[in-house]
């Protein structure tokens, strides 16, 4: 009951804090795929703009020191979507841009794991 409570008001406190994101600009940032041996496979959250990179280019780029990368599964960035789209639901505090970039980034990581597949 306890933990129950908590969660609710953690996830409560969560879209409070989050019902300010309308006024806050979202910035373009860069997603890459790994394609194994073929390298990668990139795209940018709010544009259209994509790129493959050969293994040698994606290497350079994941040790760059001076603009470290993070790695996470697709299946948690596709948790966060859905996270995403129930919060606007719910908050009803999203404009149908930002919905449309929220599932334009689903498209993008479903087109790279495709890509992915079909390099193996």
Do not use: R
């Amino acid at each position: 009951m306890l933990g129950s409570l908590l969660s609710t008001l953690t996830v409560g406190g969560l879209l409070l804090s989050l019902d300010a994101c309308t006024s806050i600009p979202i910035n373009d940032h860069e997603f890459c795929g790994s394609l194994g041996a073929n390298g990668a496979s990139c795209w940018y959250l709010l544009t259209n703009e994509n790129e493959q990179m050969s293994l040698q280019q994606f290497a350079v780029w994941w040790d760059d020191l001076k603009d470290p990368k993070v790695a996470t599964s697709v299946s948690t960035l596709m948790d966060w979507k859905g996270d995403i789209e129930q919060m606007c639901t719910i908050t009803s505090d999203c404009t149908k841009g930002q919905l449309a970039q929220v599932s334009a980034l689903g498209s993008k990581m479903n087109t790279a794991i495709v890509k992915a597949k079909a390099k193996k």
